[in-house]
């Protein structure tokens, strides 16, 4: 299974937007649609946010949104909120009902 | 609503095996496929498992090829993980997760964890 590589962390003030980015290949992110997003609190399990690229699960915030370009998937977090700082994961389907996550991105509100 | 409980972790030695449960309610169970999801102390999920809605469909991340099996019974709304020759190295929390028909994996249950260590 490949690997999916976002930044270990992004920061910003309440209000701002962030963008954070996960980077395969041609083989998962580059070939398929099924790219997810969840959000991790300590101690919690993962939430998910988005899935299909850009299709925000119901009732997950509407400040929360995603796209993908060629091999490259990005989640925005407009409108920092404090409860917004958490771990976020990327993952994408690689075929053959496989899947892979990223390492994680932190981000912190400042 | 949709819920799934994991149940069956604990500690076991090196080489020793574990059997783990996810009962779900709330959702026609044979359905949806079922992912297992583990994360180890500190380190991001890592995808371990898959188990389609027959059963028929079964896939494993490499790192535990030939050691864990997954299993479903439909008749009961619950998913299995068999775990065999478990290492240190398997030591995590592990999840079930319902794969929704965007890909994504929703909801999950409050995880299982499980410690291999002599």
């Known amino acids: 299974q490949s690997a999916l590589t976002q930044p270990a962390s992004v920061s910003g003030s309440p209000g701002q937007s962030v963008t954070i980015s996960c980077t395969g290949s041609s083989s998962d992110i580059g070939a398929y649609t099924y790219v997810s997003w969840y959000q991790q609190h300590p101690g919690k399990a993962p939430t998910l946010l988005i899935s299909d690229v850009s299709r925000r699960r119901t009732g997950a915030s509407y400040r929360f949104s995603g796209f993908k370009t060629g091999n490259t998937a990005s989640l925005t977090i407009a409108g920092l909120q404090a409860d917004d700082e958490a771990d976020y994961y990327c993952?994408?389907?690689?075929?053959?009902?496989?899947?892979?996550f990223g390492g994680g991105t932190k981000v912190t509100v400042l | 609503q949709e819920q799934l409980v994991e149940s069956g972790g604990g500690v076991v030695q090196p080489g020793g095996s574990l059997r783990l449960s996810c009962k779900t309610s709330g959702f026609t169970f044979s359905l949806y496929g079922i992912h297992w999801v583990r994360q180890a102390p500190g380190k991001g999920p890592e995808w371990a498992a898959f188990i389609g809605h027959a059963g028929g469909e079964k896939t494993y991340a490499e790192s535990v090829k030939g050691r864990f099996t997954v299993s479903r019974d439909n008749s009961d709304d619950t998913a299995y993980l068999q775990m065999n020759s478990l290492r240190v190295e398997d030591t995590a929390v592990y999840y079930c997760?319902?794969?929704?028909?965007?890909?994504?994996?929703?909801?999950w249950g409050q995880g299982t964890r499980v410690i291999v260590s002599a």
């Open positions: 997760a319902k794969l929704t028909s965007w890909g994504g994996s929703w909801p």
């Open positions: 993952s994408s389907y690689t075929g053959s009902n496989t899947w892979a």
